[in-house]
């Protein structure tokens, strides 16, 4: 990127740069000689830096006028601002789902009734559920059958340990839903962008078995 010294057009390609040359000029074939040739004619390099850390859901990075250094180079500038409220807002709330799905499907450490304590998928696919709570109940499942695990091994569940094991996903499943609705509540309810802010929205997720 170049910056126009003269009239602080900015930021410039290098080929807006060589159309503004004049005609027939001769560039340098190596980059830094070429850079110190544009700059000699008042089109400066400009060096990139990091934008500073900021929440991206609430705020933004703000590209700003490049300034030059006593060393007479020039690099980039930035600057953190809010986010419109209606957009953060949002941005909160789609956060919120994402860490919802992340901790619904994250998968819980369960202890069996020999305490032998498992890595139980909670991924939709994968998770025993309510059928499976039924079946066991019901006698609907043979006793002692298989479950695959988190790590692909297939452990004998007994029917009544299959029924806490259900009980146990379904409540963990549905402590990732309540969690976030609770927090979505205070997103919805929030009259500025401080508010958003305010929120912690990494509190209160039920723990998942890589936690």
Do not use: C
Not at 73 to 84: A, G, I, S
Not at 101 to 123: F, K, L, M, Q
Not at 155 to 176: E, G, I, K, T
Request: glycine residues 8%; charged residues 25%.
């Amino acid at each position: 990127m170049y910056m126009d010294t003269s009239s602080g057009d900015y930021p410039l390609s290098e080929q807006q740069v060589r159309t503004a040359l004049p005609a027939g000029a001769t560039l340098p074939r190596d980059a830094g000689a070429r850079d110190a040739f544009y700059a000699a004619r008042g089109f400066a390099p400009v060096r990139r830096t990091t934008a500073p850390d900021h929440d991206a859901v609430t705020e933004r990075a703000v590209e700003g006028t490049p300034a030059q250094a006593d060393d007479g180079t020039w690099h980039q500038t930035w600057t953190v601002e809010d986010r419109p409220l209606e957009e953060a807002r949002a941005r909160v709330l789609a956060d919120l789902a994402d860490r919802r799905w992340r901790v619904e499907t994250g998968g819980i450490a369960w202890t069996d009734s020999s305490g032998n304590t498992h890595s139980v998928p909670t991924d939709r696919d994968g998770r025993p559920d309510a059928r499976e709570y039924v079946k066991a109940r019901d006698g609907l499942r043979p006793d002692g059958a298989g479950q695959k695990m988190a790590d692909g091994a297939w452990v004998a569940v007994s029917n009544s340990d299959m029924q806490a094991l259900a009980r146990a996903v379904m409540d963990h499943v549905q402590a990732a839903f309540d969690n976030e609705g609770a927090l979505a509540d205070q997103a919805r309810a929030a009259a500025s962008v401080a508010d958003l802010k305010a929120i912690d929205r990494a509190a209160g997720w039920p723990a998942t078995a890589g936690a």
